[in-house]
């Protein structure tokens, strides 16, 4: 059995979750979205992940950024190799795409900020 702790909302559950039988056992959960985040982060963790990359701009060396959706937790060490070799050389503003569909995945790198 593992126990993690339900974000989907404010109750923030810990939640307790075994597989039997091929079916998913979820306990504890105080609402019918916990019983769905448990199953999906056993079968398919997926994470928005936000760093920065580099730019040609002195007084904005680095651009924070974001992806626009999730991607799968297995892929995230590759994004961050990825984001080393980005370098932005425009001025760009808040949500423009830096990296389009980044590993073939269909989300795209955004900028949180603004290079004005």
Same mark, same amino acid.
């Given at each position: 059995?593992?126990?993690?702790?339900?974000?989907? @909302?404010?109750? +923030?559950?810990?939640?307790?979750?075994?597989?039997?039988?091929?079916?998913?056992?979820?306990?504890?959960?105080? @609402? #019918?979205? +916990?019983?769905?985040?448990?199953?999906?982060?056993?079968?398919?963790?997926?994470?928005?992940?936000?760093?920065?990359?580099?730019?040609?701009?002195?007084?904005?060396?680095?651009?924070?950024?974001?992806?626009?959706?999730?991607?799968?937790?297995?892929?995230?060490?590759?994004?961050?190799?990825?984001?080393?070799?980005?370098?932005?050389?425009?001025?760009? #503003?808040?949500?423009?795409?830096?990296?389009?569909?980044?590993?073939?995945?269909?989300?795209?790198?955004? #900028?949180? #900020?603004?290079?004005?």
């Amino acid at each position: 059995m593992k126990e993690i702790t339900c974000i989907l @909302c404010p109750y +923030g559950c810990v939640l307790k979750i075994d597989e039997k039988d091929s079916k998913w056992i979820v306990k504890d959960n105080l @609402c #019918s979205k +916990g019983r769905e985040f448990a199953i999906h982060e056993m079968t398919n963790p997926t994470r928005t992940v936000c760093t920065t990359v580099k730019t040609v701009f002195r007084k904005l060396p680095r651009l924070p950024v974001r992806t626009d959706s999730e991607i799968s937790k297995n892929l995230i060490f590759d994004l961050m190799a990825e984001m080393k070799n980005v370098v932005v050389e425009k001025k760009v #503003s808040i949500g423009d795409i830096i990296v389009k569909n980044v590993l073939n995945t269909g989300v795209n790198v955004v #900028s949180t #900020s603004k290079i004005e």
